[in-house]
C-alpha cells in the first residue's frame, strides 16, 4: 500500500488505465470475433468487408492510445485481411 500522496495518486491513476485498456482491447475482440463469426457463417464479402473495417477501426484506436504495439497491430491486420481474400475467393457473392 502506496504512503505518498504521490503514490496514491499514481496507483490510482494506473487503476483507471487499466481498466481503460482492458475495455479498449475487448472492443478489438469483440469486433475480431464478429468478423470471424461472419466468415464461418459464409457471409456476403460487403457485409464482411464492412465488419472488418470496424475492426480496423479497433485496431488503430488501440494502437493509437498504446495498448497494443505498431508490430502487433499490423501483423494481426494482416491475418485478418489474408482470411478474408481467402473467404471472397472461395465464396466470390
Request: hydrophobic share 40%; glycine share 4%.
Amino acid at each position: 500500500m502506496p504512503n505518498l500522496k504521490s503514490a496514491k495518486k499514481r496507483a490510482i491513476q494506473g487503476e483507471k488505465r487499466r481498466a481503460t485498456n482492458t475495455a479498449r482491447k475487448s472492443a478489438v475482440r469483440s469486433a475480431v470475433k464478429k468478423v470471424m463469426q461472419a466468415l464461418e457463417a459464409g457471409s456476403s464479402a460487403e457485409e464482411t468487408k464492412a465488419l472488418l473495417r470496424e475492426a480496423e477501426a479497433q485496431l488503430a484506436r488501440a494502437k493509437g492510445k498504446g495498448v497494443v504495439t505498431e508490430n502487433a497491430a499490423s501483423r494481426k491486420l494482416a491475418v485478418w485481411q489474408r482470411r478474408l481474400r481467402k473467404h471472397t475467393a472461395l465464396n466470390p457473392r
